[in-house]
Each structure stands twice: as C-alpha cells, then as structure tokens.
C-alpha cells in the first residue's frame, strides 16, 4: 500500500488532472466548429512525482452549422474537410473521451477530472460547449474549475508563452510542431509535471 502522500488522487484534492489542447476554426466555442483534441492523463510515480500515462487524440469534423474563419485554418494549417485528416463527428470524439478519462478517473479514485490547459478557459470552453452539443450527461470533467499553466509559468518560471516557458523549464520545443493540438497536449503536460515536481523538490509538497 502506498503512503497516501504519494497516491495522485491526494495529491490535487481528489481531481484527476487531464491536459488537454484543442485546435479550432475560430474563438467562439459556441458558434466556431473544433477541429482537434488531444489529453493526456498523468500517474504518480511512487517517489511522489507526476508523469505523463495515456494520449488520446482525434481529428474532428466540423458540426452541422459551424463556422470557419480562414484566418484561424490559415493560422493552424488545419484543411477541415482533407479527407486523410482521418476526422471523426464531434459526438464520437467527445463521447470516447469522456469515457475513457471516467475510466482513468476511477481507476485513480478520484472524485473529478479537471482540465490541465495553456489559456485553459479557451480550452475549458471549447470542450464545454462540444459536451453540451453532443448532450453528453456523464461528463467526467468539473464544469468550470480548471489548472491553468499560462499562470503557473508566470508564477513559476517569470513566461506565460508556452515555448518560452518550456525553454525557461529545458523542455525541447520545436517551433515546427506548435499548433498541432497533440505535440502542444504533450508539451503542456511536460511542462505541469516539471513545475509540479519542481515545487515538490524544492519541499513546497508535502505541506
């Protein structure tokens, strides 16, 4: 039996941290369609720290209605309706995520998952609002808590950009790859676990 000090779910008050990033054809949740998702769940190491355990990531199809803003597809690059995009409907992708984190979840025992994000409410809303289309009733997620690593980095390592805070960590960041929502997902993960660990090397965890 582990010491429960070193157990993920005593770790952040009963929540299962999942970061996620989305990439999307706009910045209205509501109205502009999302076009990929990636998470990653995060385990505890029986030393005490966070690693990075399971990727999920999937392209997405534009829902019935939904926007596109050519500026946003020129900024990520993203060809919605490229059919080797491989994309999947919204409401597959959604429902397999909220399914495979409830299983994460519980195998972790915890309470709640809450989104690790870069900017987190963009992401937050986004996964939000497609939760809401798909009518989906077991979300794993809380509705509005969130851990944000714009500001930890800021707090932390004095950058809130997220190559800039990942330089300032050592984390290898190639410039090449931002804007992909699964090389950014794993990137921000790397980069929560580093300033989660790192407060706990300097003894800040345990209180």
């Not at 005490?48 to 020129?74: M, S, V």
């Not at 709640?112 to 794993?140: L, M, W, Y």
């Not at 809130?160 to 050592?170: F, G, I, S």
């Not at 993960?189 to 300033?195: N, S």
């Amino acid at each position: 039996m582990s010491d429960p000090i070193h157990l993920l779910n005593q770790r952040f008050r009963g929540y299962f941290p999942v970061v996620i990033d989305v990439e999307t054809a706009g910045f209205n949740a509501q109205t502009d369609a999302l076009l990929e998702l990636a998470a990653v769940t995060l385990k505890m190491t029986a030393s005490g720290d966070i690693q990075i355990n399971k990727t999920f990531h999937y392209h997405i199809n534009p829902f019935e209605g939904a926007n596109l803003e050519q500026a946003a597809l020129d900024f990520n690059g993203i060809d919605p309706y490229c059919a080797l995009r491989g994309a999947i409907d919204e409401s597959e992708a959604i429902k397999n995520l909220c399914k495979e984190i409830r299983k994460e979840q519980k195998a972790a025992e915890c309470q709640r998952s809450v989104i690790v994000a870069h900017n987190a409410s963009f992401d937050q809303g986004f996964v939000n609002a497609a939760i809401e289309r798909c009518n989906i009733k077991r979300t794993p997620f809380h509705p509005f808590v969130s851990f944000d690593t714009t500001s930890l980095a800021g707090l932390t390592l004095g950058q809130t950009v997220l190559v800039k805070a990942c330089e300032a960590a050592q984390i290898e960041f190639d410039q090449r790859e931002a804007h992909s929502a699964l090389y950014d997902t794993m990137k921000t993960a790397e980069l929560f676990c580093f300033m989660v660990n790192r407060w706990k090397a300097l003894g800040g965890w345990p209180i």
